[in-house]
C-alpha cells in the first residue's frame, strides 16, 4: 500500500526535488502540494512544475485542506509559515518532516508543542551522508581525546546569505557535547589580528564562500605530528530531497511514538 504525502512549499527548488524523488517511489505517491497564495504556479500540476509530466495534483494554498489530504506532510516552505504547518499537522494528526531551516522561537515553541501529539523528523539537513559525517566526527573526537584541535570548514555557493551554515553549526554543536566543551561558549566563529594561540577548549568554525558550491563541510581534527579530516560534498539538491522522503518513509512505517526526532533516528544511529 502506498501513503500519501502533502507537501509544502511545492513551487519552491526543494518541493521540485521532492515531487521528483516521490515520482521513482513505490511506497509514497504526492497526495497534495501547497504554496504560497500569491504564488505564480498556484493551479498549476506539480508533476508538470518539478519537470516530470501531470500527476494531476494541483498545487493549492489550502493548507488545511491539503494536510487532511495527505497521510504525511513534508515541509521545506518558509520559517515564516512553520509555526502554522506545526500546528495544522498536530490539529489533523499528521505526522510531520520539517526541513525549513531559521525556525524562531515562535515556530520552537510550536514544535515543541506539536511534538506532545505527533511524532516529527525535525531536521536542518537531511542528508544521509551529513547524518553520518555527523555521527562519525562525533566518535572520531571522542577517540582521539583534547590533544587533538576541532575545526570546522564550510563552503557553499556565492548566493548564500548566511554563514556559517546551519550545518556547521550543529556539527560544532555535536563535537563540544562530544568533547564536554560549551557548544556556544566554547565555538569559535572566524579569526582575524591578534587573537593569540588557539586554546585547547575552542572549535573553530570558518566559512567560506564562491562559485555553485552546492555545499561542504570538513571537520578537521589536528593532533600531534597527524591531521584527521572527515568531508562531505554535496553535489546536488536531490540528496536533501532524498533524505526527507527516507524519513517519511519511516514515519509511516515505524509509526513512532509522539515525539521530536532527528536524522540519526531514521538511520538508527546513536544519539550524537
Ligand atoms: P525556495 O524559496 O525555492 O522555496 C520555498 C517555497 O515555499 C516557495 O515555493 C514558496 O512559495 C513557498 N512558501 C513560502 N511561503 C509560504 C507559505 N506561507 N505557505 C506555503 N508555501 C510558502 O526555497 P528552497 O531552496 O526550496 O528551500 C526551502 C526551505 O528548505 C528553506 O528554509 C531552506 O533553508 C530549507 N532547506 C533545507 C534543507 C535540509 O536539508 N533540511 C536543504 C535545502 C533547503
Given at each position: 500500500?502506498?501513503?500519501?504525502?502533502?507537501?509544502?512549499?511545492?513551487?519552491?527548488?526543494m518541493?521540485q526535488a521532492?515531487?521528483?524523488?516521490l515520482?521513482?517511489?513505490?511506497?509514497?505517491?504526492?497526495?497534495?502540494?501547497?504554496?504560497?497564495?500569491?504564488?505564480?504556479?498556484?493551479e498549476?500540476?506539480?508533476?508538470?512544475?518539478?519537470?516530470v509530466?501531470?500527476?494531476?495534483?494541483?498545487?493549492?494554498?489550502?493548507?488545511e485542506?491539503?494536510?487532511a489530504?495527505?497521510?504525511?506532510?513534508?515541509?521545506?516552505?518558509s520559517?515564516?509559515?512553520?509555526?502554522?504547518?506545526?500546528?495544522?499537522?498536530?490539529?489533523?494528526?499528521?505526522?510531520?518532516?520539517?526541513?525549513?531551516?531559521?525556525?524562531?522561537?515562535?515556530a520552537?515553541a510550536?514544535?515543541?508543542e506539536?511534538?506532545?501529539?505527533i511524532?516529527?523528523?525535525?531536521?536542518?539537513?537531511?542528508s544521509?551522508?551529513?547524518?553520518?559525517?555527523?555521527?562519525?566526527?562525533?566518535?572520531?573526537?571522542?577517540?582521539?581525546?583534547?590533544?587533538?584541535?576541532i575545526?570546522?570548514?564550510?563552503?557553499?555557493?556565492r548566493?548564500?546569505v548566511?554563514?556559517?551554515?546551519?550545518?556547521?553549526?550543529?556539527?560544532?554543536?555535536?563535537?563540544?557535547?562530544?568533547?564536554?566543551?560549551?557548544?556556544?561558549?566554547?565555538?569559535?566563529?572566524?579569526?582575524?589580528g591578534?587573537?593569540?594561540?588557539?586554546?585547547?577548549?575552542?572549535?573553530?568554525?570558518?566559512?567560506?564562500?564562491?562559485?555553485?558550491?552546492?555545499?561542504?563541510?570538513t571537520?578537521?581534527?589536528?593532533?600531534?605530528?597527524?591531521?584527521?579530516?572527515?568531508?562531505?560534498?554535496a553535489?546536488?539538491?536531490s540528496?536533501?530531497?532524498?533524505?526527507?522522503?527516507?524519513?517519511a518513509?519511516?514515519?509511516?512505517?515505524?509509526?513512532?511514538?509522539?515525539?521530536?526526532y532527528?536524522m540519526?533516528?531514521v538511520?538508527?544511529?546513536?544519539?550524537?
Open positions: 500500500m502506498t501513503a500519501g504525502v502533502t507537501l509544502m512549499g511545492a513551487g519552491g527548488r518541493g521532492i515531487v521528483r524523488t515520482s521513482d517511489e513505490a511506497e509514497l505517491t504526492l497526495a497534495a502540494a501547497v504554496t504560497r497564495s500569491d504564488d505564480p504556479v498556484l498549476k500540476d506539480a508533476g508538470d512544475h518539478a519537470g509530466g501531470p500527476l494531476g495534483v494541483m498545487i493549492t494554498a489550502d493548507l485542506q491539503a494536510v489530504t495527505g497521510d504525511v506532510v513534508i515541509d521545506f516552505s520559517a515564516d509559515v512553520s509555526a502554522t504547518v506545526v500546528a495544522a499537522c498536530a490539529r489533523a494528526g499528521k505526522p510531520l518532516v520539517i526541513g525549513t531551516t531559521g525556525l524562531g522561537d515562535g520552537e510550536a514544535l515543541t506539536a511534538c506532545a501529539s511524532p516529527v523528523v525535525a531536521a536542518a539537513n537531511t544521509v551522508g551529513v547524518t553520518v559525517l555527523r555521527h562519525l566526527a562525533s566518535r572520531a573526537a571522542q577517540l582521539l581525546g583534547e590533544d587533538y584541535d575545526e570546522v570548514v564550510e563552503m557553499h555557493h548566493r548564500k548566511d554563514a556559517p551554515s546551519g550545518t556547521a553549526v550543529v556539527l560544532a554543536e555535536t563535537l563540544a557535547r562530544a568533547r564536554d566543551l560549551d557548544p556556544l561558549a566554547d565555538v569559535v566563529h572566524g579569526r582575524s591578534a587573537v593569540g594561540p588557539r586554546s585547547r577548549r575552542e572549535i573553530g568554525v570558518m566559512t567560506l564562500r564562491g562559485g555553485d558550491v552546492v555545499g561542504d563541510h571537520v578537521i581534527l589536528a593532533g600531534p605530528g597527524e591531521r584527521l579530516e572527515l568531508v562531505h560534498r553535489q546536488d539538491r540528496l536533501f530531497a532524498l533524505g526527507a522522503v527516507r524519513a518513509k519511516w514515519l509511516v512505517k515505524e509509526r513512532p511514538s509522539a515525539g521530536r532527528g540519526a533516528d538511520l538508527n544511529l546513536p544519539k550524537a
